[in-house]
């Protein structure tokens, strides 16, 4: 098996990939829907974040709310660092066991869908390929001020609070893998069915399945105390 990180701009399309892959059967583990998880009341990640932050970030019943979250991390690089720092240790490991779960299931390679992949990312040294989804920025604008109610500053800060997407493509590792969304979505789709075939013939000699089951268990305990 092969890990391959799907990334992208906020507003890019890459959900949209994601979920065009998804229903072509491949694996995927969301970065997104786990960093929700790992702040879920009562976790470890729900009393740290709160820890730092205050009641201040939470609704009436005391779960996080991510929008008041939201307003403080995205004006104020330090706090989104701390944020970060607290977050992506527990992501990874998460990310990692479900990995390790679709390797027990035979899978020959899982997609993993990573909005804020870098090459300090902890997940980066695990990737055999990087698909990167891109569009120009008055789009990803147009696109945040009609999904989120944005105003233009708004959505300007957003995206500006992210790596560029021109960084994120310097990590693609085939052509094949940059996907071009400014286009209509039939155009996307067919890039996408192009990734999936290339992933589908790639070769990986057997020895990655034994390198990445090695590297899992030297995480195993790390796992399991999360796991508790």
Not at 19 to 48: F, M, P, R, Y
Not at 128 to 150: A, G, K, P, T, W
Request: net charge positive; proline share 3%.
């Amino acid at each position: 098996m092969f890990l391959v990180g799907l990334t992208g701009g906020i507003a890019t399309g890459k959900s949209t990939v994601s979920k065009i892959l998804s229903k072509e059967g491949c694996a995927i583990i969301d970065a997104d829907s786990i960093a929700k998880q790992v702040v879920a009341k009562h976790t470890k990640g729900w009393q740290l974040v709160r820890q730092h932050f205050g009641d201040a970030i939470c609704d009436s019943e005391g779960n996080i709310d991510r929008a008041k979250l939201g307003e403080i991390i995205f004006s104020d690089p330090t706090q989104r660092q701390r944020l970060n720092s607290i977050t992506h240790p527990l992501i990874f490991r998460r990310m990692l066991w479900e990995a390790l779960c679709n390797l027990v299931k035979g899978k020959r390679y899982v997609i993993l869908d990573i909005p804020l992949l870098s090459k300090h990312s902890p997940m980066f040294s695990f990737l055999s390929e990087i698909v990167v989804v891109h569009c120009e920025e008055d789009i990803q604008i147009e696109r945040l001020m009609q999904r989120n109610n944005y105003i233009e500053t708004e959505a300007k800060q957003r995206i500006s609070s992210q790596m560029p997407v021109k960084e994120k493509i310097s990590l693609v590792t085939n052509q094949c893998c940059l996907i071009d969304n400014n286009g209509n979505p039939s155009a996307t789709q067919n890039q996408v069915m192009k990734l999936k075939s290339y992933l589908d013939s790639s070769w990986r000699p057997e020895v990655l399945r034994c390198v990445f089951l090695s590297t899992v268990v030297l995480v195993v305990i790390s796992l399991r105390l999360y796991m508790q």
